[in-house]
Nanobody
Framework: QVQLVESGGGLVQAGGSLRLSCVAS????????LGWFRQAPGKERDFVAA????????DYADFVKGRFTISRDYAKNTVYLQMNSLNPEDTAVYYC??????????????????WGQGTQVTVSS
């Protein structure tokens, strides 16, 4: 089993920044990649970004390219999501997730076996 704990969410004004963190524990050697997803009220859960644990290669949803950066600290089993230039449309619960293999390409939430509890991000206009 892998446990994931997110932190760093909160309320921020439009144009501001937040950094989310996700600490993995347990069978971390099982993790192939870590990803961030988000879900706004009444909407489906969307892929935001992913990073491969060993290589550090990344993938981003088009709507966050240039604004969000995913990174990881391999030794600390921690993944970060730096979010800049936030706008009200970014308001959502953000979830950290861990995948055990490549699956269908890491953008599909069903490729991820383990999930954190989520952290709320609210961007005011």
């Amino acid at each position: 089993q892998v446990q994931l704990v997110e932190s760093g969410g909160g309320l921020v004004q439009a144009g501001g920044s937040l950094r989310l963190s996700c600490v993995a524990s347990g069978r971390t050697f099982d993790i192939y990649a870590l990803g961030w997803f988000r879900q706004a009220p009444g909407k489906e859960r969307d892929f935001v970004a992913a990073i491969r644990r060993s290589s550090g290669s990344t993938d981003y949803a088009d709507f966050v390219k240039g604004r969000f950066t995913i990174s990881r600290d391999y030794a600390k089993n921690t993944v970060y999501l730096q979010m800049n230039s936030l706008n009200p449309e970014d308001t959502a619960v953000y979830y950290c997730a861990a995948a055990r293999n490549y699956g269908s390409g890491l953008r599909n939430q069903y490729d991820y076996r383990y999930w954190g509890q989520g952290t709320q991000v609210t961007v005011s206009s």
